[in-house]
C-alpha cells in the first residue's frame, strides 16, 4: 500500500501514541477466550472482498468458534448498510476504510477490528468503444453509486488526469445497474466491482477496464467494524468471529476452487463467470490484519483514504482516524506482537 499521490507521510504523533497504546499486552487481555452468549448480525454487500464470510457460514465455521448464531445480512447499497449500523440494527459489518470513516464523521460509534481485503483490479471504471482513456470521459456520461468506493475511485481518477466529477455527467445508479448500464443501456462508461465488472464483460467482450484501483494500491480497502457497546460488551464474540475469518482463509488456502464456487453462488454468479475476479482481490490473514492495523495502514493508508474521501467530497465532518482503529482483538487472536 502506498500513499494517494505516491509520496510518504509523516505520521502523526498522536495517532502513533494511539497505536502503541492500544497495541499493548494488557489491551489484549481484556478479550475473553470464550464468546458471550447470543447472535450476531452482520451486515455485508455482494462484494466478492467479504467471501470469506460466506465461507465460514456454508462450513460451519461460526458454530466451530462458538458463534452459532451469525446472521449474515446483505445489502445492496451503501447508504442501506450504514443506516443499519447507524441505528443499531447490525452489531458489526464489512465497509469500505472510507465509508468507516463517514459512519464516524456523522457520529455512528464503531471501531475498526480487522483489515479484511483489499482491492487491485476488483474496482474498477469500464467504458464501451470510443473511450480509450480515461481523458475521454470529459462531457461523457459516467453510471456509478454515489457515496460509495466507486465514488472515491472516479473521483481520484478524474483528479490525476486533471479533471474532477463536474467535468463529467454523473448518473447515479447502484454497482450493479452501473456496469449493466454499459452493456444494456450503451452509458458510455460506468464505475463498479466484482462481480459485476466480470460479468458486464462477459455480456459485452467490447467492455474494456479503463482505469482500476490498482493504479493507487490501498485506496479501495475494506474494514470489519462493530458498534462500541459490542466492542465493550462482547468482546469474545468479536475474537470468535475474528478467529472464524482466519478458519475461512485458511480453508480457502487450501480449498480454492470449492471456496470460490461457494463465494460465486453468494453474490448470485456462477464460478466460471468469475475465473478471473479473484485474482483481484488480495483476503487478509489476521496475522497480516495485525500487522497492518499497528503498522503501516495505521500509520499511513487510512489517513491516505481520508484525504481521498476529503477530495471526492465524500467526508465532511472531523473524524479521529486513530481512535477508530482497535487492533486488541486481532492482538487476542494473533498474540505475540
Request: hydrophobic share 50%; net charge negative.
Amino acid at each position: 500500500m502506498k500513499s494517494r499521490g505516491g509520496a510518504c507521510r509523516v505520521v502523526p504523533a498522536m495517532l502513533l501514541a494511539a497505536v502503541l497504546a492500544w497495541a499493548g499486552p494488557a489491551a489484549a487481555q481484556e478479550v475473553p477466550a470464550r464468546p458471550e452468549a447470543g447472535g450476531f448480525r452482520l451486515g455485508i454487500q455482494p462484494w466478492l472482498g467479504y467471501g470469506l464470510w460466506h465461507v465460514a457460514a456454508a462450513k460451519g465455521l461460526f458454530r466451530a468458534e462458538g458463534l452459532p448464531d451469525v446472521e449474515i445480512v446483505t445489502f445492496a447499497e451503501d447508504r442501506e448498510i450504514n443506516a443499519a449500523l447507524a441505528d443499531g440494527r447490525l452489531d458489526g459489518a464489512g465497509v469500505a476504510t472510507h465509508t468507516a470513516l463517514m459512519l464516524a464523521a456523522a457520529g455512528t460509534p464503531i471501531r475498526i477490528v480487522a483489515l479484511l481485503d483489499v482491492s487491485m483490479t476488483a474496482d474498477a471504471i469500464i467504458a464501451g468503444p470510443g473511450i480509450e482513456t480515461v481523458a475521454d470521459l470529459k462531457g461523457r456520461a459516467v453510471a456509478y453509486e454515489a457515496g460509495s468506493t466507486s465514488h472515491m475511485l472516479l473521483s481520484s481518477a478524474l483528479d490525476r488526469n486533471g479533471m474532477s466529477l463536474a467535468d463529467i455527467t454523473s448518473v447515479a445508479m447502484p454497482a450493479l445497474d452501473a456496469a449493466a448500464a454499459v452493456t444494456v443501456d450503451r452509458t458510455p462508461a460506468a464505475v463498479s466491482y466484482e462481480p459485476y465488472l466480470s460479468l458486464a464483460r462477459l455480456v459485452d467482450p467490447s467492455v474494456r477496464l479503463l482505469y482500476t484501483a490498482a493504479e493507487e494500491p490501498g485506496l479501495i480497502s475494506d474494514v470489519l467494524v462493530v458498534r462500541e457497546e459490542v466492542a465493550a460488551g462482547r468482546p469474545g464474540q468479536v475474537a470468535a468471529l475474528l478467529r472464524a475469518w482466519q478458519a475461512a482463509h485458511d480453508d480457502y488456502e487450501k480449498n480454492r476452487a470449492d471456496d470460490r464456487a461457494i463465494i460465486a453462488r453468494a453474490v448470485k454468479a456462477m464460478p466460471e463467470q468469475l475465473s478471473t475476479a479473484f485474482d483481484g482481490i488480495t483476503f487478509y490473514s489476521l496475522p497480516e490484519s495485525k500487522a497492518q492495523l499497528t503498522g503501516v495502514f495505521a500509520q499511513q493508508v487510512i489517513a491516505d483514504v481520508e484525504e481521498a474521501a476529503r477530495a471526492a467530497g465524500l467526508l465532511r465532518g472531523e473524524v479521529d482516524a486513530a481512535a477508530l482503529i482497535d487492533p486488541r482483538f486481532v492482538g487476542a487472536v494473533v498474540p505475540g506482537l
